[in-house]
């Protein structure tokens, strides 16, 4: 996330600025250590010295995590490997491994080691199964820094190849409930050209503004849509080289690069499916064997409208049966992972089935955020305890989100308020331009000026912004917000008056200028207060201001620069000290 940006200001529900950069991802700690260390989250793979393992890998990221795998025959003079994290904090982390299976050409007693603070751990993983996904070895305490560390010995069942990929520590005091997502679905019907990874960024993490309460930034990534017939277009090449009916590979991968801007940027996302009558089990398994090795997965979703659509053409209903079998299938890949079905009717989801999936209602055509409001709560009660997710912003319903300052705050609010289980708020990308560029602050045509002013007088400083979408304005003094008082008025507008300045009202005035999602910071202005005859700045006007005057008493027509310190004796602002200026510095003199 970027730094040094403020976001998501003023819209009518008391929300605070808040700076870019401190939202939390929905994952707990985690920490993954690669065998290729340009790939680390915080540690270091290593070798014994001496010991010589290969590496290999697919094209786009088959079956491994990342670019490629250490390997070794275990036929070979016999040595380890070592991941060594950097623990963030002390305590107790679920330490799992990865490795590319191709069956018996592994071993089936491939010995890991977790050096933790109780000691050490063996633990034997038969690499000729649950190949490419998390495979647990344990939860084990571990102290802050590199005391830790996971090996794997490379002497094992004789005439196999050992495979040495990654090792994951994920914080357990962290891995609680998960944050609640807000972000946008994404798939390439509506744009053209389709955006940069930037844009879904700067979208996501403005949505997850609007939430009220703790939320994360997510994306809903569409890699298959439904074409006819039953036949879906996925929109990567095929991983396997397998044939699979009714799936229709890309020639090029459309995802790779956006998954990877996501990680870095800790966004979170859902991989959905349009299923049509493809084996949905086939799909989670290609979908998440593909970029299952991309830390901002956080879960596989179907899109049930479009499930089956030859025997229904608005989808067919799915059975407990089926969504334990999908769930089961997507918790193999990472216990972490969440399964969510979408659909607009209650009587295509699983009839008793909750547990750990996401309902998600993306109903349309609405008469008022009211009557949205409303459905989405009949759908929320229904599928409790289970947690509900909502997609809105359709065409349908722009006759009455778009009377709204800021749409997607309004809803969000709404819906956060009246449902216990809300737990996703999206909006849908037709749309979604409509109600961005969030990346874009206002483009400021004034600026605020310095000014000086008389001890006593009135100060006022101005902003303007050159577009004609709503913004909001805030004053800083000094870097502190302003609210309006018997002193300030206008703090949150674009001109700002100080009447009665006084020397506390001495310093630098910005403002900060927000759209709905982003802000800029004016130039700073400085106000200097001129105060008659109180030279030295000491809050009254004695003898040592005497001195003062009689030393600036030289006019007239001598001038004096703007910020000269004689200007104090300036009571007619004519730029000189002359026998004007006397009397009203004799009265402020004979003043306690």
């Not at 540690?43 to 590496?55: K, Q, Y």
């Not at 503004?209 to 039953?230: D, N, R, T």
């Not at 997965?297 to 089926?322: A, Q």
């Not at 703090?491 to 100080?498: F, N, S, W």
Request: aromatic letters at 12%; one cysteine or more; hydrophobic letters at 40%.
């Amino acid at each position: 996330m970027r730094t040094q940006s403020i976001c998501c200001g003023g819209w009518g529900f008391g929300a605070a600025l808040v700076v870019a950069g401190l939202v939390s991802a929905v994952h707990a700690q985690v920490i993954v250590v690669d065998n290729d260390n340009a790939n680390n989250t915080a540690g270091t793979f290593s070798v014994l010295p001496g010991d010589a393992w290969a590496t290999a890998g697919l094209p786009d990221y088959v079956g491994q995590w990342a670019a490629d795998y250490a390997y070794k025959s275990t036929s070979d003079p016999a040595g380890f490997v070592a991941w060594q994290p950097v623990i963030p904090a002390a305590g107790d982390y679920a330490v799992a491994v990865w490795y590319r299976s191709t069956g018996t050409s592994r071993p089936n007693d491939a010995l890991y080691t977790v050096e933790h603070t109780g000691g050490s751990t063996n633990v034997v993983v038969n690499q000729q199964i649950n190949g490419s996904r998390w495979v647990d070895l344990g939860t084990f305490g571990f102290a802050a820094g590199t005391s830790g560390r996971v090996t794997l010995a490379s002497a094992a069942q004789a005439g196999k190849t050992i495979v040495a990929d990654a090792v994951r520590f994920r914080a357990v005091a962290d891995a609680g409930p998960p944050t609640r997502l807000a972000g946008m679905r994404v798939s390439s019907i509506p744009f053209s050209p389709f955006p940069q990874p930037d844009f879904f960024i700067d979208t996501a993490n403005c949505m997850t503004a609007k939430v009220p309460g703790p939320s994360a930034p997510g994306l809903i990534w569409i890699v298959s849509l439904y074409w006819s017939g039953g036949d879906i277009g996925l929109n990567f090449p095929n991983p396997t080289g397998q044939s699979y009916p009714h799936m229709n590979f890309a020639a090029t991968d459309k995802n790779e690069a956006y998954l990877t801007a996501f990680d870095a940027a800790g966004i979170n996302v859902w991989l959905q499916v349009e299923p049509g009558d493809a084996n949905i089990e086939d799909l989670i398994d290609i979908v998440l064997g593909k970029y299952g090795h991309h830390p901002c997965v956080i879960g596989f979703g179907v899109d049930v409208e479009w499930f089956n659509p030859t025997v229904n053409p608005s989808g067919r209903p799915v059975t407990d049966v089926e969504a334990q079998t999908w769930h089961n299938r997507v918790k193999a890949h990472d216990p972490d992972y969440r399964l969510f079905l979408k659909h607009y009717a209650q009587n295509r989801m699983p009839p008793t089935l909750r547990g750990d999936i996401l309902f998600v209602d993306d109903s349309q055509g609405f008469s008022s955020l009211n009557a949205m409001a409303s459905e989405f709560q009949s759908w929320g009660n229904h599928f409790a305890p289970a947690q509900s997710g909502f997609q809105y912003g359709y065409p349908n319903d722009r006759p009455w989100w778009s009377t709204f300052a800021d749409p997607a705050g309004m809803i969000a609010t709404t819906l956060d308020f009246g449902i216990g289980t809300a737990d996703a708020f999206f909006w849908v990308d037709f749309t979604i331009e409509e109600i961005t560029p969030f990346s874009d602050p206002p483009p400021l045509s004034l600026q605020p000026q310095n000014q000086m002013v008389q001890h006593g007088g009135t100060a006022m400083f101005s902003v303007d912004v050159s577009t004609p979408t709503e913004v909001f304005y805030r004053w800083r003094h000094d870097g502190v917000e302003l609210v309006d008082d018997s002193q300030y008025n206008g703090t949150g507008t674009k001109d700002l008056v100080i009447f009665g300045v006084d020397l506390a009202a001495e310093g630098e005035y910005d403002c900060v200028v927000s759209n709905r999602c982003d802000s800029v910071i004016s130039d700073a202005a400085t106000l200097t207060v001129r105060s008659v005859g109180d030279f030295d700045n000491d809050g009254d006007v004695d003898g040592a201001d005497a001195w003062y005057f009689m030393q600036c008493l030289k006019g007239p027509n001598l001038i004096y620069s703007a910020q000269h310190i004689c200007n104090r004796g300036d009571s007619d602002a004519d730029r000189d000290v002359d026998l004007d200026d006397a009397a009203v510095f004799q009265r402020a003199f004979s003043q306690p």
